[in-house]
């Protein structure tokens, strides 16, 4: 089975200082990597999707994420944090079974940003 | 296009009572999936359908809770003789075919509390 263990459940930056969100993954073949971010009280949008093409993926709000297979990990960056990025955010692996595309969530980390 | 329609979006009930939460995919999807997510934590699978099939219900708890996805009309996910325990929040998802390639579409959820 496939998994997800985001590292810090909650970090904490200034505003316009650079954002790091740490996953690591488990999977025994080339897995399919998302990032979500949930809003207060809101659904989850999708952030940027790596599915084995490049291993850097540029997502919307000026966030990337970088696939390392060595490392297992799939890190979530911005340069440059803006208070509007202050929600709760998903890595998660996509695991098919019975051609369902079953999405295994991270718990997830709370960020904030001071002004 | 309307996104993924999730209604109602706070549901209150007592110990006991029965607790139905609708979900209308996205026009031209098939595919619909049901997450729970507990307070604290990441969204974890509970069922996925296609019109008229339940496709995968390994997520579903065993006694109490059960899907539907009719031919027409939306998605209904049913909780009999509701406890404080099922207190959570209840997303759905939809996309177009059950392949990998295909990010899943959210909704707003429901949030259910039992008291």
């Known amino acids: 089975a496939q998994s997800v263990t985001q590292l810090d459940s909650h970090v904490s930056v200034s505003e316009g200082t650079p954002v790091l969100l740490r996953c690591n993954y488990s999977?025994?073949?080339?897995?399919?990597l998302f990032w979500y971010v949930q809003h207060p009280n809101k659904g989850l949008q999708l952030l940027l999707k790596y599915t084995s093409a490049a291993t850097l993926v540029k997502g919307i709000n000026g966030f990337e994420a970088e696939f390392k297979k060595s490392e297992t990990s799939f890190h979530l960056t911005k340069p440059s944090a803006h208070m509007s990025d202050a929600a709760e955010y998903f890595c998660v692996v996509s695991d098919i079974m019975k051609g369902a595309q079953k999405l295994v969530f991270g718990q997830g980390t709370r960020l904030t940003i001071n002004p | 296009n309307a996104g993924v329609m999730q209604n109602p979006r706070h549901l209150v009930r007592r110990r006991g009572q029965e607790a139905r939460l609708r979900c209308s995919p996205m026009?031209?999807?098939?595919?619909v999936y049901w997450y729970r997510q507990l307070p604290e934590e990441g969204l974890k699978f509970m069922v996925y359908l296609q019109k008229e099939n339940i496709i995968d219900e390994s997520g579903m708890p065993k006694e109490r809770f059960s899907a539907e996805f009719p031919k027409e009309g939306p998605s209904i996910l049913r909780i009999q003789q509701v406890v404080r325990g099922d207190s959570a929040a209840y997303f759905c998802?939809?996309?177009?075919?059950?392949?990998?390639?295909?990010?899943?579409?959210f909704g707003n959820g429901t949030r259910l509390t039992v008291t």
């Open positions: 999977s025994s073949y080339s897995p399919s």
């Open positions: 026009k031209g999807h098939s595919h």
């Open positions: 998802a939809s996309s177009p075919v059950g392949q990998d390639n295909s990010p899943l579409h």
